[in-house]
T-cell receptor
Framework: SQKIEQNSEALNIQEGKTATLTCNYT??????LQWYRQDPGRGPVFLLL?????KEKRKERLKVTFDTTLKQSLFHITASQPADSATYLC?????????FGSGTKLNVKP | DADVTQTPRNRITKTGKRIMLECSQT?????MYWYRQDPGLGLRLIYY???????NKGEISDGYSVSRQAQAKFSLSLESAIPNQTALYFC???????????FGSGTRLTVV
């Protein structure tokens, strides 16, 4: 089955810097990959999707890249703010079912 | 009102008891899912349904059952709860042709 790896250690950065989170997967490359934000005690919220034939996708301060050769997606938040502090999950599809990574916690310090 | 509503928000139950978690949605989505979340393990799929007559097992369905009472309602049952079913449970919905899930706020279940 598909294995998804996200850095379990929290990422601590200073406000205004760019945060970069990593999602690695094993086995097959999915048709598309998604990123979600999760706040404590809340359900994940969908942020961005990138397809296997897309190298990069942007939405406001967010950027996602997808490298099927490296089997890796990178999620960037530019000009980070304390309000961006949350856990970020990546999810890969498998025939209409999604498998989620365990997430990386981002702490943005003012 | 929330798009996806889960009840109860919190529940403590005893080992061996039957418990039902409920999910209702106002999104009009045809696809509904149940996940559980454990620290360090991420979200794991329990059951999913693509319409009222379609129920499928996910990767960790043992000890659980589901019922799709209507397009908008999808409930998860633990027939005989055990302590290792203590977790945060999420219901999610999606529509064919769209990609992102819409999640409920979760049910925190503790089995003692």
């Amino acid at each position: 089955s598909q294995k998804i790896e996200q850095n379990s250690e929290a990422l601590n950065i200073q406000e205004g810097k760019t945060a970069t989170l990593t999602c690695n997967y094993t086995n097959y490359s999915p048709a598309y990959l998604q990123w979600y934000r999760q706040d404590p005690g809340r359900g994940p919220v969908f942020l961005l999707l990138i397809r296997e034939n897309e190298k990069e996708k942007r939405k406001e301060r967010l950027k996602v890249t997808f490298d099927t050769t490296l089997k890796q997606s990178l999620f960037h938040i530019t000009a980070s703010q304390p309000a961006d502090s949350a856990t970020y999950l990546c999810a890969l599809d498998n025939f209409n079912k999604f498998y989620f990574g365990s997430g990386t916690k981002l702490n943005v310090k003012p | 009102d929330a798009d996806v509503t889960q009840t109860p928000r919190n529940r403590i139950t005893k080992t061996g008891k039957r418990i039902m978690l409920e999910c209702s949605q106002t999104k009009g989505h045809d696809r509904m899912y149940w996940y559980r979340q454990d620290p360090g393990l991420g979200l794991r799929l329990i059951y999913y349904s693509f319409d009222v007559k379609d129920i499928n097992k996910g990767e960790i369905s043992d000890g659980y059952s589901v019922s799709r009472q209507a397009q908008a309602k999808f409930s998860l049952s633990l027939e005989s709860a055990i302590p290792n079913q203590t977790a945060l449970y999420f219901c999610a919905t999606r529509s064919e042709g769209t990609y992102g899930y819409t999640f409920g706020s979760g049910t925190r279940l503790t089995v003692v």
